[in-house]
């Protein structure tokens, strides 16, 4: 028999703050009818402003949910209210077996998990295609070369006569360099003074992606990752794993008109290495990974291949996440900070910033913007990827007394996830 969350482990999984409280509303037996439990998933059936009930089904190991309900926010308030009910009583949601509905749902869970990987494709007709890719890789990376070239002769003041880049990025495209064309997007955007040096990363960008052969195999693989090469989540599962107990440092979703992207970063309580899990869903509707922040994890991670590994696939998991420790992960000081990402800069140029646990620390908002600072040292807060309601949470919970923040700290400063002070549990900062 599964054992039930915590009230407080439930919440965590809620996308918003919002969304906790509409579940709050939901947590009596009132509006739920046929609920049940096999000890491996949870049903049930929810009275809502319409004649036919939502029919809500959890999958407790994923976690995974399935709600009838339109709710574009994952998990729906229906599947959190749920997991309340059950989390404070066991009467609530008895022991049964599945609704016809809700097994459908499990059962075509497990046979995709048990799906055969496809047939290996014909090793000689792949050598050819990707022999084939990077001849035009290497032509699309010299042709912007030149384009760079020829902007900075044009003049960096002047660049009226030049026209946009849109055009440039779509041969980059042609050239099936997806990275390249989303970085050259980027330049139309740019205030001028940071013209000279995003050329000159991108400059370095594609004279590596003209010559990848001669590079050493794990910068090579960092170079084909922001080239936009992609390696299948089998391919990575099927090289080295690490297991270790993982403490989820925490989570941010963003969205665009074509998908929403999920972050997930955790750090090994044994190896203490970081990783990140990228997760996607549809446009609105947040994907299907959701590890409560300060929890810790049981499993096998497999890192993407590069000069720093960071980002990783999630293997074989061994249980449930559990309750972390009461006490905030050990961080590092601004100066410490500073000098980590120098160093992993040094083995990937074109890194923007890093994860990192910064300890000691205070917000303070001054007319220049908002700031962390330490005993010591000040760091300035990337402002423009956290909310501006979020960093006022933030001096909420900070109340002028230091905390450890969570978050990525990079060339632009530091951009805050989640939040520790004394006695309290971690605060999310960025999907509030």
Request: charged content about 20%; aromatic content about 6%.
């Given at each position: 028999m599964e054992e039930r969350w915590s009230?407080?482990?439930?919440?965590?999984?809620?996308?918003?703050?919002?969304?906790?409280?509409?579940?709050?509303k939901l947590s009596s037996p009132a509006p739920w009818s046929g609920t049940g439990t096999d000890g491996a998933a949870l049903w049930g059936e929810c009275k809502g402003s319409g004649r036919t009930p939502?029919?809500?089904?959890?999958?407790?190991?994923?976690?995974?949910?399935?709600?009838?309900?339109?709710?574009r926010k994952f998990p729906c308030k229906h599947a959190l209210g749920l997991l309340l009910l059950w989390s404070g009583s066991a009467e609530a949601v008895p022991a049964a077996e599945p609704a016809d509905w809700a097994a459908d749902w499990?059962?075509?869970r497990q046979e995709r998990a048990r799906k055969?990987?496809?047939?290996?494709?014909d090793p000689e007709a792949a050598r050819r295609r990707a022999e084939k890719r990077g001849a035009r890789v290497a032509a699309g990376a010299a042709e912007l070369r030149l384009r760079l070239a020829d902007r900075i002769r044009h003049g960096l003041a002047d660049q009226s006569t030049a026209g946009p880049w849109e055009e440039v990025a779509a041969r980059m495209v042609d050239a099936q360099a997806p990275g390249l064309a989303a970085r050259v997007r980027e330049l139309d955007a740019l205030p001028q003074e940071r013209l000279l040096e995003e050329y000159a990363m991108l400059h370095l960008l594609a004279t590596a992606a003209t010559r990848i052969d001669e590079l050493p195999a794990e910068l090579a693989a960092t170079v084909r990752t922001r080239v936009g090469y992609t390696v299948e989540a089998a391919e990575v599962l099927a090289g080295p794993t690490v297991r270790d107990r993982w403490l989820v440092l925490g989570s941010r979703d963003t969205s665009d008109?074509?998908?929403?992207?999920?972050?997930?970063?955790?750090?090994?309580?044994?190896?203490?290495?970081?990783?990140?899990?990228?997760?996607?869903?549809?446009?609105?509707?947040?994907?299907?990974l959701a590890l409560p922040t300060g929890h810790l994890l049981e499993a096998e991670l497999a890192y993407h291949p590069g000069a720093r590994p960071l980002r990783a696939v999630l293997g074989t998991r061994y249980g449930a996440p559990e309750a972390g420790p009461a006490a905030p992960p050990a961080g590092l000081t601004v100066a410490e900070a500073?000098?980590?990402y120098g160093t992993a800069v040094a083995d990937d140029p074109w890194l923007e910033h890093w994860p990192t646990v910064l300890t000691g620390v205070v917000p303070v908002r001054t007319p220049d913007g908002w700031y962390l600072t330490d005993s010591h040292h000040t760091v300035p807060v990337r402002a423009s990827?956290?909310?501006?309601?979020?960093?006022?949470?933030?001096?909420?919970?900070?109340?002028?007394?230091?905390?450890?923040?969570?978050?990525?700290?990079?060339?632009?400063?530091?951009?805050?996830?989640?939040a520790w002070a004394a006695g309290r549990r971690p605060v999310g900062l960025t999907n509030a």
């Amino acid at each position: 028999m599964e054992e039930r969350w915590s009230t407080e482990h439930v919440l965590s999984l809620a996308p918003d703050a919002s969304s906790q409280k509409a579940a709050g509303k939901l947590s009596s037996p009132a509006p739920w009818s046929g609920t049940g439990t096999d000890g491996a998933a949870l049903w049930g059936e929810c009275k809502g402003s319409g004649r036919t009930p939502y029919r809500t089904v959890i999958d407790l190991a994923g976690p995974a949910y399935q709600c009838s309900c339109p709710s574009r926010k994952f998990p729906c308030k229906h599947a959190l209210g749920l997991l309340l009910l059950w989390s404070g009583s066991a009467e609530a949601v008895p022991a049964a077996e599945p609704a016809d509905w809700a097994a459908d749902w499990l059962k075509g869970r497990q046979e995709r998990a048990r799906k055969p990987a496809a047939a290996p494709a014909d090793p000689e007709a792949a050598r050819r295609r990707a022999e084939k890719r990077g001849a035009r890789v290497a032509a699309g990376a010299a042709e912007l070369r030149l384009r760079l070239a020829d902007r900075i002769r044009h003049g960096l003041a002047d660049q009226s006569t030049a026209g946009p880049w849109e055009e440039v990025a779509a041969r980059m495209v042609d050239a099936q360099a997806p990275g390249l064309a989303a970085r050259v997007r980027e330049l139309d955007a740019l205030p001028q003074e940071r013209l000279l040096e995003e050329y000159a990363m991108l400059h370095l960008l594609a004279t590596a992606a003209t010559r990848i052969d001669e590079l050493p195999a794990e910068l090579a693989a960092t170079v084909r990752t922001r080239v936009g090469y992609t390696v299948e989540a089998a391919e990575v599962l099927a090289g080295p794993t690490v297991r270790d107990r993982w403490l989820v440092l925490g989570s941010r979703d963003t969205s665009d008109e074509r998908l929403t992207t999920r972050r997930v970063w955790l750090r090994g309580a044994k190896t203490g290495r970081p990783a990140l899990l990228l997760a996607f869903g549809r446009p609105g509707q947040a994907p299907d990974l959701a590890l409560p922040t300060g929890h810790l994890l049981e499993a096998e991670l497999a890192y993407h291949p590069g000069a720093r590994p960071l980002r990783a696939v999630l293997g074989t998991r061994y249980g449930a996440p559990e309750a972390g420790p009461a006490a905030p992960p050990a961080g590092l000081t601004v100066a410490e900070a500073v000098a980590g990402y120098g160093t992993a800069v040094a083995d990937d140029p074109w890194l923007e910033h890093w994860p990192t646990v910064l300890t000691g620390v205070v917000p303070v908002r001054t007319p220049d913007g908002w700031y962390l600072t330490d005993s010591h040292h000040t760091v300035p807060v990337r402002a423009s990827a956290v909310p501006e309601a979020a960093l006022w949470r933030l001096a909420a919970v900070s109340t002028g007394r230091p905390l450890t923040l969570f978050g990525e700290y990079g060339h632009q400063g530091f951009a805050p996830v989640t939040a520790w002070a004394a006695g309290r549990r971690p605060v999310g900062l960025t999907n509030a």
